[in-house]
C-alpha cells in the first residue's frame, strides 16, 4: 500500500489541527503528515498521492511557509500524481478574498501536470469572491474549512471530504474504510 503525503502550512495551528484530523480519518497508518516548512521537492515527488493544506491570510496572501516554499512547487513536476487540496479562510472577515490561496496553488501545480481530485461544493459558504471557486461550476478546486465562522461544520465537511478522497485515491475499502469522526 503506498502512502499517502499530506503536506500543510500553518501559522496559528488551525491547518495543522486539519491535517491531523484528515489524516486520522483516512487512517493515520495510510497518511504521512509533513508541515511544509520542514520538507524538500524530493520528499514531495516521492508520493503519488498527495494532499495539501494552505490556509489565506488576510487579503489572499500565502501562508508564510508556503511562501517560503513557492518557488520549489513552481518547480516540481506533478505529471502522474494525485492531489487533493483543503484550504482554510474566513468567509465573512476576508469575503473578497476567500480560499485564494488554495486556488492559487491548484493554479501552479495544475500547470506542471498534477491530476486533481476532491473538489468541493460552494453551497453553504457566503463570500463575495473566490480564487479557489471554479468559473460556473459551483465548486471550489478542494475542501473549504471556516474555523471562525462554521467551526462546527467542520467535522462534517471533513467527514464527508475523506469519503470522496478515499475512493479518488481507489484506498482498500474506498469511502466505506474511512473513520467517521465527530471532533
Not at 497518511?31 to 487579503?59: K, M, N, R, S
Amino acid at each position: 500500500m503506498s502512502k499517502i503525503g499530506l503536506f500543510y502550512g500553518s501559522d496559528e495551528g488551525n491547518t495543522q489541527g486539519v491535517a491531523q484530523r484528515i489524516a486520522a480519518r483516512l487512517g493515520d497508518a495510510r497518511v504521512d503528515i509533513h508541515d511544509i516548512a520542514d520538507v524538500t521537492q524530493l520528499e514531495i515527488a516521492d508520493y503519488d498521492q498527495l494532499i495539501f493544506g494552505i490556509p489565506t491570510w488576510d487579503f489572499g496572501q500565502i501562508q508564510s511557509d508556503w511562501e517560503d516554499f513557492w518557488e520549489d512547487v513552481q518547480e516540481i513536476d506533478f505529471t502522474g500524481k494525485t492531489v487533493a487540496l483543503f484550504g482554510l479562510g474566513d468567509q465573512f472577515g476576508y469575503g473578497d478574498y476567500f480560499l485564494d490561496a488554495m486556488g492559487m496553488l491548484h493554479d501552479v501545480i495544475v500547470a506542471n501536470g498534477a491530476t486533481i481530485v476532491g473538489y468541493w461544493p460552494t453551497e453553504g459558504y457566503d463570500f463575495e469572491a473566490s480564487k479557489a471557486e471554479v468559473p460556473g461550476e459551483n465548486v471550489f478546486v478542494g475542501l473549504a474549512i471556516d474555523e471562525d465562522q462554521q467551526e462546527e461544520l467542520t467535522s462534517e465537511r471533513l467527514n464527508r471530504w475523506c469519503q470522496q478522497i478515499a475512493d479518488a485515491f481507489d484506498l482498500e475499502g474506498g469511502a466505506d474504510s474511512i473513520t467517521l469522526l465527530e471532533d
